[in-house]
């Protein structure tokens, strides 16, 4: 899965979906995880990045990323990537 | 380089909780680039807004209530036309809109044309018949059934189940969670805008309007999704942003080349769970909003009196997407004179 392209983030966390109107705003934590999946990192760079770099044990950090998946594609900003 | 001269009227000036698009209509025929319009408005009370919005308005007349029945609003309109030579017309209530489309071809005789859908279009997607314009034309719909008397909606309960919707022929809508409540505003409603009554499938979801413009050929002339930001207590939108969803756009191609939908419309859209579309109602006539239209590339009121003049419209390829309306009262102070004035004589 990979965010939809025109799903754009603010400097200040602020996203809108152009697709349904709605808008969001994530938390510094929410900003990096959405622009390393921007950036299309695998889910070990990404898992190995928050553990190095914030408080976090592993068995949270998996929890709480599929939370973020799982909300970001119930608002439908996540499409497959082209090879899924 | 001076533009063309044209003289559009134009209804619907009112601005209460539920407001016409008359003055929205009026701004967009104003910022018009193509032509110079003089605008005469056409006002049912005196107290309407737009009436008194003299740097949009140029010259106003009261004019009878559709209920007062063609002959009336038609002598009505030769007097407006002989003093101001109106080249087009454009209604904007729902109630005004049979009468006016009745007398399309007398209106042009007389030289006032109009972008109107066809007297058939109107008729097909009346809230009553909406459940079979659906089924022609492949369009999901909420089932609903029309009621006369507030005894048949204990039958009709045994189709559509509770929460549904009590409708108004015109307007008004509310959510009825029992019998009781379903025919308190079976009662309510049907005395401010007669029967029948359609009780309506409550559909859970978020709510999403479209405004378009049809040529009456099949053709898309404009489109703008928008999602409602701001809901009134009456389903008003009174703050809502454009939106790129393809499928929204491709139901309202769908709806324009099967009923080659000539004029201004609004689809009063929900979205559910899944992601799907119901189609609430088909208003015939711009929406209040139409100004964010305008705003986001798309002039509509512009593109309809080009329209109806018979000239050639491209249609539009593009809007503004994320672009957001937010809606706003305005205190006017007003000579006692100028309301003194259209009350007295009908005219300002």
Redesign the interface.
Known sequence: MKIKS?IALSESGFI?N?????SFTLNPTGQTMFGLIREGKEYSEIRDYFLENFDAEESIFEKDFEDFIHMMTSY?MMEPDEQE | MSRNKVTVAVTALNAIDSPGPGVSVIRGLKESEDFDARIIGLAYESLEPGIYMRDLVDKVYQVPYPSAGVESLMARIEYIHSKENLDVIIPNFDAELFPFIKSENRLKSMGIHMLLPTEKQFEERQKINLPDFGKKYGISVPESVPVSYADEIYKATEKIKFPLLVKGKFYDAQIAFTLEQAKEYFNKISSKWGLPIILQKYVKG?E?NVIGLGDGKGNRIAAVP??K?YITDKGKAWG???????KMLALTDQFISSTRWRGPFELELM?DEK?GFSLLEINPRIPAWVYLAIGVGQNIPEAIVKLALGETVEPFKSYE??KMFIRYAWDMIVDLKDYQQISTYGEL
Do not use: A, L, M
């Open positions: 025109n809108f152009p697709n349904t109107g709605e439908q | 978020i999403y928008i999602r930001q809502g942003i454009s939106v790129g969803d393809e979205k992601n997407i994320g």
